[in-house]
């Protein structure tokens, strides 16, 4: 039996903490809802979509965990 096992893809997104986790390097950013972050970020969820993760970690302080995991369920609902 010749089995061929696939390597898995990893894809390593950084970007600067926009909540949840403080920065050590504090830095100045504009509103993130203005049209045209509001269009970058979506640019960046389109190409997560396309790569297709089975999992996802992020960076979070243990005491913003719960609300987090809370938020991430409501978006699934679609809330």
Request: a negative charge; aromatic letters at 8%; glycine letters at 0%.
């Given at each position: 039996m010749?089995?061929?096992?696939?390597?898995?893809q990893i894809m390593i997104l950084g970007t600067?903490?926009?909540r949840y986790t403080p920065d050590l390097?504090?830095?100045?950013?504009?509103?993130?809802?203005?049209?045209s972050r509001q269009r970058e970020i979506q640019k960046v969820v389109e190409q997560l979509k396309?790569?297709?993760?089975?999992?996802?970690?992020?960076?979070v302080?243990?005491?913003?965990?719960?609300?987090l995991?809370?938020?991430f369920n409501q978006y699934k609902e679609g809330q």
């Open positions: 010749n089995i061929k096992l696939e390597k898995p600067f903490h926009m390097q504090r830095m100045e950013f504009d509103d993130l809802l203005v049209e396309k790569f297709k993760p089975t999992k996802v970690a992020l960076e302080v243990k005491s913003e965990e719960n609300k995991n809370q938020e």
